[in-house]
């Protein structure tokens, strides 16, 4: 007769380094974690373990480590953090990826300020989509009648885009997106492969073409889609695998016939 197994089988003990900082501009330091997690687990239910009971591997007690998420399953795009020098959703890194024994590291984005622990302000990639109006304008709240039709192509091409859900992976990962700039300088630098693939989305909806115009004369200019160095890394940690350098190679060939237009029109 088998045994059965004791509420512990299959446990492990993980250990975790994670990356502090108690507020804005204050130095940030290391605090490590041992947590026993169960087979599958997530790196955010690890971290709820943690902040059920913070105390260091040394004995010690301290405050939860704070963290954002929402959805828990890579659609709100809050959790984002760096894990093992890469940028990824906490909320689908399973632990199991990781060899027993081995430390992890966890650590807050960098291309964006620190507002405590692993939790960062990602406004000025919000700045950035305001920056490109990417929104659909309204155009009346009375019955228009039918909206314009759309081919099967470009509904899949839309589909991928849409699914974006402004995590900053693809900004983390990019080396022209500077580090932390001045809040003042945000609309000068460079607006990130995230912002332009929302302007190619939006010039290819049928109403959000009236914008289309304004979108490009903003992404022809200094941070627009010139400033884009072509590292690609950005598609390589995409977690949504949105085809981010065709948006990027797209929405420059619509920069160069607006320029163009424009240099033949004198307007």
């Not at 040394?58 to 405050?63: H, L, N, R, V």
């Not at 302000?121 to 009375?142: E, I, Q």
């Not at 302007?199 to 627009?224: C, D, I, Y």
Request: proline share 6%; hydrophobic share 35%; aromatic share 6%.
């Amino acid at each position: 007769m088998v045994a059965p197994k004791s509420p512990a089988a299959g446990r492990r003990t993980l250990r975790l380094a994670i990356r502090r900082q108690e507020s804005p501009g204050v130095k940030s330091r290391w605090e490590r974690f041992e947590v026993e997690v169960e087979p599958g687990s997530n790196l955010i239910s690890v971290l709820q373990g943690i902040a059920g009971r913070p105390t260091t591997a040394a004995g010690e007690k301290t405050t939860p480590v704070a963290f954002d998420c929402g959805c828990l399953e890579e659609v709100c795009g809050s959790c984002t953090m760096v894990v093992n020098g890469k940028v990824r959703q906490a909320c689908s890194c399973l632990v199991d990826q990781f060899v027993e024994g081995d430390e992890i590291t966890v650590e807050p984005m960098t291309k964006f300020p620190v507002v405590r622990d692993l939790c960062v302000d990602r406004s000025r990639l919000f700045d950035g989509l305001k920056r490109v109006k990417a929104w659909v304008p309204l155009d009346g709240t009375y019955h228009l009648g039918g909206g314009p039709k759309e081919s099967p192509q470009d509904q899949e091409t839309r589909y991928a885009l849409a699914t974006c859900m402004s995590c900053g992976c693809c900004l983390e990962a990019c080396p022209q997106y500077k580090v932390e700039p001045d809040a003042t300088t945000w609309a000068k630098e460079f607006v990130g492969a995230a912002v332009i693939s929302q302007a190619r989305l939006f010039n290819m909806h049928g109403t959000g073409q009236v914008l289309k115009g304004e979108r490009l004369e903003v992404l022809s200019g200094r941070g627009g889609v010139n400033d884009c160095g072509n590292a690609q890394n950005c598609v390589q940690v995409c977690p949504k695998e949105i085809p981010l350098t065709e948006s990027i190679a797209a929405v420059g060939r619509q920069a160069t016939v607006q320029a163009v237009k424009r240099f033949f029109s004198g307007r």
